[in-house]
């Protein structure tokens, strides 16, 4: 997307402006001599060709994959069960952020929920997706914000739960077919689908952490909302994991809940105790 804007901007130095002395024109923010001015031209116009084709390759955009009350459609890649959570009838909004060159296989969708059963409600359909992965994301936040790579939610939107799922039959295609390295990413393996996700967000007034009814089989944790890979399957991932593994995992986390305003660090706090207990209840 950043690169669209080069155009309008190179563009602008072929407008010409007479200086009033007469001896110069004035070519954007640029006072380029009259004399120089066809070369100054024939040097712009040949710029504005270099940057069109990489203009054309940088596009991004969202697509609206669900309205409120109309039945979403249901990908044939996804797991058994995803079109019973996408079409729940709280379900309202739905996005597909996409980049050029990209599988844009992750899907986001938002749910209108009254009180914390609703929530419940979406998790039991969670739970009976019938897939090896299913995810929960406490997020400490009210509401979601970016949902991609130019996405974002509408503003005080007080959406408390996002849907994401990913299609690994997608990836699966585009990866057959991409240019390797892909940029700076050098592939160890295929990157691997979002799995389905519910992303709660525990700040929003209509949940109550305490009172939420998580299968154990289903994965917890703190985060916010994924948008690109569950895995990316490469060298920079593995050189990240290997720098995380050295530093202070606890030491890192307190610098984190120091930047937080009181509102979200309280919730956040909340967030641990409630992983903590999960966990040791999970290995009595």
């Known amino acids: 997307m950043q690169h669209r804007s080069l155009i309008p901007a190179v563009s602008n130095l072929l407008k010409k402006e007479t200086d009033p002395a007469g001896d110069r024109v004035f070519a954007g923010k640029l006072a380029v001599p009259e004399r ?4 100054f031209q024939q ?46 009838s709280a379900r309202t909004a ?9 599988p844009n296989d992750v899907n986001q969708y938002a749910f209108e929920v009254k009180s914390t059963d609703d929530v419940n ?7 009976a997706i019938k897939t ?12 979601p914000n970016g949902l991609g790579w130019v996405t974002k939610a509408p503003e005080q ?24 390295p892909f940029g700076v990413m050098e592939f160890t393996a295929t990157p691997v689908a979002v799995p389905p996700t519910l992303t709660i967000f525990v700040q929003n007034e209509v949940v109550d952490l305490d009172r939420l009814e998580i299968p154990k089989d289903i994965d917890v944790s703190s985060g916010y909302v994924p948008t690109v890979f569950h895995k990316s399957n490469t060298t920079i991932e593995k050189q990240r994991e290997k720098a995380a593994a050295k530093r202070d995992a606890k030491r890192e986390k307190e ?30």
């Open 36 to 39: 120089v001015r066809p070369l």
């Open 43 to 88: 040097a712009v116009s040949l710029a504005l060709v270099l940057v069109a084709p990489i203009a054309a390759l940088a596009a991004g955009g969202t697509d609206t994959v669900a309205v409120t009350g109309q039945p979403a459609q249901v990908a044939p890649g996804w797991p058994e069960g995803v079109g019973d959570l996408v079409n729940d």
């Open 94 to 102: 739905g996005w597909n952020s996409w980049f050029s060159e990209w």
């Open 121 to 127: 409600r979406l998790i039991k359909k969670l739970a």
């Open 132 to 143: 090896d992965l299913r995810q929960i994301r406490l997020s400490y936040l009210k509401e």
């Open 157 to 180: 939107n007080a959406i408390p739960v996002i849907f994401s799922v990913g299609d690994q039959s997608r990836i699966d295609a585009w990866f057959k077919h991409v240019r390797k």
């Open 255 to 284: 610098l984190r809940l120091q930047q937080l305003d009181d509102a979200s660090r309280k919730v956040a706090k909340k967030i641990d105790e409630f992983l903590e207990c999960r966990q040791a209840a999970a290995s009595q």
